[in-house]
T-cell receptor, first 112, second 112 residues
Framework: DAKTTQPTSMDCAEGRAANLPCNHSTISGNEYVYWYRQIHSQGPQYIIHGLKNNETNEMASLIITEDRKSSTLILPHATLRDTAVYYCIVLITQGGSEKLVFGKGTKLTVNP | NAGVTQTPKFQVLKTGQSMTLQCAQDMNHEYMSWYRQDPGMGLRLIHYSVGAGITDQGEVPNGYNVSRSTTEDFPLRLLSAAPSQTSVYFC???????????FGSGTRLTVV
């Protein structure tokens, strides 16, 4: 049970902002939203995460709706190297332990 | 820091053989996890650990054993390999949710 829903694929023009949506309507109040990406067959790479507030780092911005039922990952100036599968994940916590459960992700293709 | 190191990178097994996939991290991370990724699919959690001596099952634990005798190492054992276990296996570790998980480069296993 991945608890998140993402579009299967998206396209973006190089240099433009890429906005990747994610629905997590059953998220609990203390569960974080994480974003990872996977380029080719490499290990997934951590991008950003958040709980309630919007977050920004050197890679991306994360916008979480006020009701926390959805979020958007923004890559402000997409490059060809951003072509990857992007995973939106809710960190599941139970009994004091926590685990990441991946869905199928969004295949982002950045076009020249 | 070497990060998360997985060995071997490639392995071919015959049905019924057993083997251990190694995972080591030098970041003093408490949380460690094993995932498998089948072609065109997202990652599925096999087993995870929140510290030395503590392990728990993920989504697809059948056919796999783990132990965590030290903070650094989290080996994954295949008891009797089956063709259905042909996959790419990723190990990940984290110190705290605030820093995300670091993934290894993967072990590509083929069972014939």
């Amino acid at each position: 049970d991945a608890k998140t829903t993402q579009p299967t694929s998206m396209d973006c023009a190089e240099g433009r902002a890429a906005n990747l949506p994610c629905n997590h309507s059953t998220i609990s109040g203390n569960e974080y939203v994480y974003w990872y990406r996977q380029i080719h067959s490499q290990g997934p790479q951590y991008i950003i995460h958040g709980l309630k507030n919007n977050e920004t780092n050197e890679m991306a911005s994360l916008i979480i709706t006020e009701d926390r039922k959805s979020s958007t990952l923004i890559l402000p100036h997409a490059t060809l190297r951003d072509t990857a599968v992007y995973y939106c994940i809710v960190l599941i916590t139970q009994g004091g332990s926590e685990k990441l459960v991946f869905g199928k992700g969004t295949k982002l293709t950045v076009n020249p | 820091n070497a990060g998360v190191t997985q060995t071997p990178k490639f392995q071919v097994l015959k049905t019924g053989q057993s083997m251990t996939l190694q995972c080591a991290q030098d970041m003093n991370h408490e949380y460690m996890s094993w995932y498998r990724q089948d072609p065109g699919m997202g990652l599925r959690l096999i087993h995870y650990s929140v510290g030395a001596g503590i392990t728990d099952q993920g989504e697809v634990p059948n056919g796999y054993n783990v132990s965590r005798s030290t903070t650094e190492d989290f080996p994954l054992r295949l008891l009797s390999a089956a063709p259905s276990q042909t996959s790419v296996y990723f190990c990940a570790s984290s110190w705290d949710r605030a820093y995300g998980y670091t993934f290894g480069s993967g072990t590509r296993l083929t069972v014939v």
